[in-house]
Structure formats: structure tokens, C-alpha cells
């Protein structure tokens, strides 16, 4: 230490911690059929049609699924805008 300054950082001396990535388990592509014949009979509950087809195909989380409002999709040029996340 030289005039109250420290000359070295001392977080150069500490080893950060192994950050452990789980690994994601995707459906396959034969395995979205299955599911969506499984879960989305539209007479049962047509609410839950749009969002599970949105949720599969689009990769987006829950959160931002379930942020979503109508004015967030652009019929247009065909794209869904994530503007918020719950």
C-alpha cells in the first residue's frame, strides 16, 4: 500500500466459482405434434390454442408469452413484438 492506495486489486487472487449450465430438453420435431394433439383440441379450451402454437414455434418464454396484447403483433409484415415480460 502506498500513500493509503492499494497497488494490486485483490479480486485478482480469488477464483471465481463454475457457473453449471443446465442443459435444455427441446421438444423434437416429431414430439410437437404429439403435444399439440395431446393439449390443444380448440373446442375444449380455445383460449389456450393461440398460445401454445405461439410458445412452440416462436421460442419465446412465459413471461413473455404471457406479456403479450394483441396490439403487439403487426399482421402486416407478420411479426410479434415482446415489449413487456411478467
Not at 27 to 35: C, D, H, P, S, V
Not at 36 to 56: M, W
Amino acid at each position: 500500500m502506498i500513500d493509503g492506495l492499494i497497488v494490486e486489486s485483490p479480486y485478482k487472487k480469488i477464483e471465481r466459482p463454475r457457473i453449471e449450465r443446465a442443459e435444455v430438453d427441446c421438444l423434437q420435431t416429431q414430439e410437437i405434434q404429439l403435444f399439440l394433439n395431446a393439449c390443444l383440441d380448440p373446442k375444449e379450451d380455445p383460449q389456450n390454442h393461440p398460445l401454445f402454437y405461439t410458445a412452440i414455434f416462436s421460442g419465446m418464454r412465459r413471461g413473455e408469452l404471457l406479456g403479450l396484447k394483441w396490439g403487439d403483433i403487426d399482421w402486416a409484415t407478420k411479426k410479434i413484438h415482446v415489449r413487456k415480460s411478467l
